[in-house]
Each structure stands twice: as C-alpha cells, then as structure tokens.
T-cell receptor, first 109, second 115 residues
C-alpha cells in the first residue's frame, strides 16, 4: 500500500474554507486517492475519491497535484458538523482500505 | 439512502464466551469487510469477503475469528472465545465494485466489551 502523510490535527473556524493536505509520494499510476472521515462515535464515511483530475461532490472538492504526489481535500464552508478525523487513503485494485491516524479537524464556532 | 445495518449496537460478554456480530450489507453490494477500532486507536482491517469466501485477512484475524454469509443477506463475524483485548468497536462495510474506485459504506458499528 502506498504510504500517506497527513498533519495530526488542524483547526478552522465555522463558515470558512478548510484545506486538508495529504502527501502520497509513492503513489503509482493506477492508484486511486480516497478520502474518508469519521465523525465522533460513528463509523468511517466516504467523502470523495479521484484518480488524476480534480473532483467535486456535494460534500467536498478534491484537488490533485499534477504529479499526483499530493492532494488536498477542500471543505468550502466548514460547519461544526464537519469536525471529524479525515483519512487520506491510496487504493490499488480491490485492495482493502488501510487507515492511518488521519487529521483531526476541529471547527471553532 | 441505502445503509449498512449492524446488530447489536453494544454487547457485553464474559471472557471466553462466543460472540456473533451481525451485519446487513447494502443489497446490491458484492464485497464485504470487517474492521475494528480499539478505543482511541486507528481503524484496523480484519477481513474482506467476496464470492462466498475470504479474499484477504489481517494478522489480527486468527483462528478465533470467522465470517459467514449464511443466507445471502446477513454477514456475520464470530469470535469463538473472546479475550479482554477483543474489546473494541467492530465496523462492517460493503462495496459494489472491486476496483480502485471501490467506495465502502460502513455501518455504525457494534461495541464489544469483554469483561
């Protein structure tokens, strides 16, 4: 599994954008970049995924660097309910998800 | 929105007892997983299951653990003789595809407390 590096924690204010970085310098050409999050006392929840191009969905945007060695999850207007641990994962084929420690995001009111 | 359902939400058991955790995956999903999370630690992979057999398992998934899809809708995790260190949240997940674009849907978890 390609290794990912994320900051242990980040803090932001409500209604402001949040940019969560992830480095994955050992990613290979067919690996997908996935983001999941885990709200307090809940199971992990899918957020977004991509391969090469930037992606948008109702939850977030994913910006992928041109060399694919890093990516950024963008929450456009953070709410208190976005406080969670965010995991960046690299997936190849039908491999299992391997969770690291993720980034604990705190949202200040 | 379809969801993965897990029962029980919380089970307390004595060390050495057998425990069965149950999951109802999303109906058109073909890939099934169990993960666990010890309190304060990261989410750990246990086992994946496809086409009625285990496709991958971790070192945690030893002979005390087994999985089954008994009736085409339920997916169960059995722990034969529980140990104190089996106390954790157990998450079931399912997915439709088996590619790198595979999106897993997780259940809310079953909390197992072994006394």
């Amino acid at each position: 599994d390609a290794k990912t590096t994320q900051p242990n924690s980040m803090e932001s204010n409500e209604e402001e954008p949040v940019h969560l970085p992830c480095n994955h310098s050992t990613i290979s050409g067919t690996d997908y970049i996935h983001w999941y999050r885990q709200l307090p006392s809940q199971g992990p929840e899918y957020v977004i995924h991509g391969l090469t191009s930037n992606v948008n969905n109702r939850m977030a945007s994913l910006a992928i660097a041109e060399d694919r060695k890093s990516s950024t999850l963008i929450l456009h207007r953070a709410t208190l309910r976005d406080a969670a641990v965010y995991y960046c994962l690299i997936i190849q084929g039908a491999q299992k998800l391997v969770f690291g420690q993720g980034t604990r995001l705190t949202i200040n009111p | 929105e379809p969801e993965v359902t897990q029962t029980p939400s919380h089970q307390v058991t004595q060390m050495g007892q057998e425990v069965i955790l149950r999951c109802v995956p999303i109906s058109n999903h073909l890939y099934f997983y169990w993960y666990r999370q010890i309190l304060g630690q990261k989410v750990e992979f246990l086992v994946s299951f496809y086409n009625n057999e285990i496709s991958e398992k971790s070192e945690i998934f030893d002979d005390q653990f087994s999985v089954e899809r008994p009736d085409g809708s339920n997916f169960t995790l059995k722990i034969r003789s529980t140990k104190l260190e089996d106390s954790a949240m157990y998450f079931c997940a399912s997915a439709r595809k088996g590619s790198g674009a595979n999106v897993l849907t997780f259940g809310a978890g079953s909390r197992l407390t072994v006394l």
